[in-house]
C-alpha cells in the first residue's frame, strides 16, 4: 500500500522559514522519479510549487524560485521542500506527489504565514 506523509507545516510570520518533508512507503523512489510539491490555497486550484522531473531536473514556480528548495533521500524515500523568506501568499496546503503510472498524494500538510 503507497503512503505518503507530510509534515513539518505550521504558523509563521512573514520572512521566516519552514521544511516540509514527505516520507514514502510502498513505492518505488528513484532519481528517475517524477515527484514534488504543489499548493493548494483557499479558493484557488492546486498548483506546482516545485518538482523533479525524470531526467532528475528540478523545476519551480516563478513565484517561489529563490526562496524554495527542494530536495530529497532517496535510500530513505524521503522527499523535503526547504521554504525562506516566507510570504502570506504561500498560505495553503501542501501537498507531496509521486508519478509512477499514476499519480499518488499525501494528505498535505497546513502553511501559514501570518504576522
Known amino acids: 500500500q503507497v503512503q505518503l506523509v507530510e509534515s513539518g507545516g505550521g504558523l509563521v510570520q512573514p520572512g521566516g522559514s519552514l521544511r516540509l518533508s514527505c516520507a514514502a512507503s510502498?513505492?518505488?523512489?528513484?532519481?528517475?522519479?517524477?515527484m514534488g510539491w504543489y499548493r493548494q490555497a483557499p479558493g484557488k486550484q492546486r498548483e506546482l510549487v516545485a518538482v523533479f522531473t525524470r531526467s532528475a531536473n528540478t523545476n519551480y514556480a516563478d513565484s517561489v524560485k529563490g526562496r524554495f528548495t527542494i530536495s530529497r533521500d532517496i535510500a530513505r524515500k524521503k522527499l523535503y521542500l526547504q521554504m525562506t523568506n516566507l510570504k502570506p501568499e504561500d498560505t495553503a496546503v501542501y501537498y507531496c506527489y509521486v508519478a509512477l503510472g499514476e499519480v499518488y498524494w499525501g494528505q498535505g500538510t497546513q502553511v501559514t504565514v501570518s504576522s
Open positions: 510502498g513505492i518505488i523512489f528513484s532519481i528517475y522519479g517524477d
